[in-house]
């Protein structure tokens, strides 16, 4: 971990996500998003086989640009449904829940900006972009 937990607050459902501070309770990563009045980008991923999911992680969420602006902006969470990898069951029941209400066509990645109420703010795509196009097309919801 090379930052400090004061810089981000980050939900990981699965292996690692980003460098930062890691918690397992939805409902306190939305209330650090209160807190810090940043929004929450949600990503819906399979880890270990969709490969869009695998770039995204890879080409976004790896990269040290779109980690500064996810310090200063957003609260990540990740909701992860690998095919081989076996996840904890209070994580696989959390996945659910989260799927139900924001990806009940499972669709992979799904990346889901959200205000710190729960509320969608925009459904977003990812099409190979890089960070700076990814963070362009956040920033045009964001406050």
Same mark, same amino acid.
């Given at each position: 971990m090379k930052k400090?937990?004061?810089v981000v607050f980050v939900f990981i459902i699965s292996?690692?996500?980003? =460098?930062?501070?890691q918690s397992v309770n939805v409902d306190s990563a939305f209330a650090f998003a209160q807190q810090k009045n940043k929004m929450v980008l949600l990503i819906f991923s399979g880890s270990d086989w969709c490969r869009q999911c695998m770039r995204f992680e890879k080409k976004i969420l790896s990269d040290s640009t779109f980690d500064q602006f996810a310090d200063d902006n957003l609260v *990540? *969470?990740?909701?992860?449904?690998?095919?081989?990898? =076996? *996840?904890?069951?209070q994580t696989v029941k959390?996945?659910?829940?989260?799927?139900?209400?924001?990806?009940?066509?499972?669709?992979f990645p799904l990346i889901v900006l959200l205000r710190p109420d729960q509320k969608v703010l925009a459904y977003l795509n990812y099409s190979n972009e890089d960070s700076g196009d990814f963070i362009r097309?956040?920033?045009r919801y964001l406050p």
């Open positions: 400090t937990i004061a292996f690692h996500f980003v =460098k930062a501070q *990540l *969470l990740q909701a992860d449904f690998p095919q081989s990898k =076996k *996840l904890p069951p959390q996945n659910e829940i989260l799927a139900e209400k924001y990806n009940p066509a499972g669709s097309i956040i920033n």
